[in-house]
């Protein structure tokens, strides 16, 4: 290796530059809203396990409703989906046979 190869090597390590990819070992765990958000999502899920798990006599026919009713909602919002796209569907097929016929009718008359 050369001296300016080794200088160039040297320069790159000073900087944190050269080693996996060259990013700095600070650069490997940087904190995000969307990592705190996951965190933050995690911890509230445990401790609801948690408190689920000791209050559940008590909670339980309330939470079994509110599952009930986003589920009833998710049912709903999906029909209304399918309806849409159908819609939607129908629209296409009604534009494309438009174009076609169309189509036709100008090759007629060319003709």
Known sequence: MSNEEKEHHEEKHRHG???EGGKRADEYYTITKRNLWLVAG???SAL????IGKASKKIRPGVVGAV???YAF?????GKYERAKE????IVEEAKHAYHKDLEATVEAVK
């Open 17 to 19: 530059h050269g080693h």
């Open 42 to 44: 995690g911890a509230l």
């Open 48 to 51: 609801a396990a948690i408190g």
């Open 68 to 70: 009930k009713e986003g």
């Open 74 to 78: 998710k049912e709903w919002v999906a």
């Open 87 to 90: 819609d939607v569907e129908d």
